[in-house]
């Protein structure tokens, strides 16, 4: 076991898969010579000095490249600086990353992964603190990853190298480094498409993903003497893992959807319709959704009024336990 | 103090003229058998295209876009590849698929919107064709770029229109060509219209060709309804892009059909106009050829036509008797282990 932030667990999983697979390239803007603006890539130019390349400026030719190299046979994962730049990508991603094996009948996959920081809290400039992990997410053909952990961003990275498919892994900026655990040395991978129960409970169950489930758990920490809460963790967006969902949702009966993302919509929208079509007469009270405004995310100065803190998420916890 | 730091030329490649005249000194090398062998294709690709169209207005076929007039852009590029190089086709470039060993009832069922028409066999290099306008040059470029890494000595040629030429992916995808050397060729069928809109309306530019040079590649105009002239070009195209050069081709022609059958282009240009480009037809000008060097006459020429009617009649026939596909198929390749 080694002691790593979100970052160094990222870089580690890289290192250790262009070990294993001489197949895996890292293209994206200064993600060679500078390691990357996050340092994610960092030292993997010097090992793999014809594996790593700083590309131009132009996302939508990363990704379009990185389709053509994937086709081809090599296992590219494409950095995406900021999630306000994934944007000029989204065409390629959507048109042809996600439809290319059903475009071919299976002749032709696009197994690559696109790994994007996301979200806000780091007082950060204009486009640098969006979540728009639902765009991606409503699209077939697509999976999409955010883990909320250094250990669980090791083993989904690596999950997501060795998959069939492409994800889109987005990875909570605010929380790269305030996180530290421990992770195995060794290579190990976490199931795409399987949420983690955070903490098991029988009155009220929160269901959330990326950086807010350290604010729902510092929020659960501080009522646990009087609610027994249940959080689960989704780690994939897409496929969304109903089983997990749905088990505990018939177990307390109560539910509260927390993320970042503007309400409208968002993934929380989707996780209350299953709800409701799959579990309606397990609720004991109206599904509660704790998401970002639906405003365009202020700049700094107002951006606190944006984020959700744990103070949100203890008043929806009261209004739903006292239903 | 102002310096002159670089001054371009913009070069214009012709080989066959408008009556059939070669120019020696630019004639690529190619036997009596090479020569009718072109011809063949041009002809398989007109017929098919032809047929296409007919097929399209009893209802026995989806939307289609027309190659008509461009058959020389598209065979020419297409038969200066080698079996190892790839076709990364846009939608307009059939013949071209054809010719790489795309099977035509397979072709005519895609058309006929049957996804299993844009799966090729194994062994045949070509990926499915593109719809979206311009983006596929990033794939091929890609593809190139890896075909390279692994050491392959195998190129890529991708197609557009003029119009593709105003999509950033396009420009990207030639920046990315070359600052990473990739060995791709983009062939540009600048056929003057973009549905509507005329070149000169697409850009301020006086050639497309001229577009190269910002990216630091090489650019040449062809006289796109010259069979030789294409065929010169994409060959010296492949020599430059397997030492790491990649070239963009203006094959300059013309659109006599519609944009696609739910066009009409009387719409935005002249009758007089459409009558100008017929004179240069590009497969008139090679039976011209063919026939001052008496390497063909009209028996040749009912003989091909006998063959290639029967060979397309029997395409659409299978065609028309495939089975459809099962209704699961729809969720089957949504992901490598079927939809979610």
């Known amino acids: 076991m080694v ?74 994962v494409a950095e995406m600086q900021f999630e306000g730049f994934i944007l000029p990508a989204f065409d390629q991603i959507v048109n ?112 959330s993903y990326g950086a807010m489930v350290r604010e729902c758990e510092q929020a659960i920490e501080k009522i646990k003497d009087h609610v027994s809460v249940e959080l689960i963790d989704l780690r994939t967006l897409r496929p969304l893992d109903k089983e997990a969902i749905l088990t505990s949702v018939k177990k307390t009966g109560r539910v509260i959807i927390v993320h970042e993302a503007q309400k409208t919509l968002g993934l929380a929208a989707e996780i209350s319709a299953i709800i409701n079509e799959e579990a309606l007469l397990s609720l004991k009270a109206p599904i509660e959704r704790i998401t970002g405004l639906d405003i365009i995310v202020p700049l700094p100065k107002l951006e606190d009024y944006y984020v959700i803190d744990e103070k949100r998420i203890i008043a929806a916890i009261e209004k739903v336990v006292n239903f | 103090m102002i310096r002159k730091l670089k001054t371009f030329t913009v070069q214009r490649l012709e080989v066959l003229n408008e009556h059939g005249k070669e120019d020696r000194r630019l004639m690529p090398k190619l036997s009596q058998k090479q020569i009718k062998e072109l011809y063949k294709w041009m002809y398989i690709t007109r017929v098919f295209d032809a047929k296409a169209l007919k097929l399209q207005r009893t209802g026995r076929l989806g939307t289609y876009a027309s190659m008509l007039g461009q058959e020389a852009a598209i065979i020419g590029s297409a038969y200066a590849l080698r079996k190892q190089d790839w076709l990364f086709p846009s939608f307009r470039i059939s013949g071209a698929m054809l010719l790489r060993g795309i099977d035509m009832a397979k072709l005519y069922s895609y058309w006929g919107g049957d996804e299993r028409g844009s799966k090729p066999e194994k062994g045949v290099n070509v990926f499915p064709l593109c719809i979206t306008v311009g983006e596929q040059p990033l794939h091929a470029t890609g593809y190139a770029w890896g075909l390279k890494m692994q050491k392959k000595n195998a190129v890529v040629l991708t197609d557009f229109g003029d119009g593709a030429t105003s999509e950033g992916d396009f420009h990207e995808a030639l920046n990315f060509a070359g600052v990473f050397k990739a060995p791709v060729i983009f062939l540009c069928q600048n056929n003057q219209y973009a549905i509507s809109i005329p070149v000169k309306k697409q850009t301020a530019s006086e050639t497309l060709a001229q577009k190269a040079i910002a990216y630091g590649i090489k650019g040449i105009q062809v006289d796109g309804n010259d069979i030789f002239a294409m065929l010169k070009a994409t060959q010296d195209a492949i020599r430059d892009a397997g030492k790491g050069k990649p070239t963009l081709i203006e094959a300059y022609t013309y659109r006599m059909s519609d944009h696609t059958t739910s066009d009409d282009a009387k719409k935005y240009r002249s009758e007089k106009e459409v009558k100008s480009w017929m004179k240069k037809d590009p497969m008139l000008r090679l039976r011209r050829y063919m026939e001052r060097k008496n390497i063909w006459n009209a028996k040749e020429e009912e003989k091909l036509q006998k063959e290639v009617e029967a060979m397309v009649d029997k395409a ?15 969720f089957k390749y949504i992901y490598a282990g079927g939809a979610q």
């Not at chain 1, 803007?29 to 130019?45: A, H, I, K, P």
């Not at chain 1, 640098?128 to 999409?144: I, M, N, Q, R």
């Open chain 2, 316 to 330: 659409v026939k299978q065609y028309e008797s495939m089975t459809p596909a099962p209704k699961e198929d729809i």
């Open chain 1, 3 to 76: 002691v790593l932030n979100m970052v160094e667990a990222i870089n580690l999983a890289l290192k250790q898969e262009m070990k294993r697979d001489k197949t895996v390239l890292i293209l994206g803007e200064d993600v060679g010579v500078d390691g990357g603006v996050f340092r994610v890539t960092d030292g993997l130019l010097k090992l793999y000095p014809k594996r790593v390349f700083d590309t131009p400026l132009a996302e939508s030719g990363i990704v379009g490249t990185s389709l053509g190299l994937a086709a081809s046979g090599w296992k590219p």
């Open chain 1, 96 to 207: 042809h990353v996600a439809r290319i094996r059903n475009r071919s009948r299976g002749a032709f996959t696009a197994p690559l992964v696109i790994r994007c920081p996301i979200g806000g809290g780091i007082k950060a400039l204009e486009h640098h603190s969006d979540s728009p992990e639902a765009y991606f997410a409503h699209t077939p053909g697509l999976k999409v990853i955010m883990p909320s952990t250094p250990y669980d961003a090791k083993g989904l990275l690596i999950a997501a190298i060795r998959d069939p498919d492409p994800v889109i892994f987005f990875e909570p900026k605010r929380i790269y480094r305030a996180i530290k655990q421990e992770v195995p040395e060794k290579e190990y991978t976490i199931p795409i498409g399987k949420a983690r129960i955070v903490q098991e409970g029988t009155e009220l169950t929160i269901i």
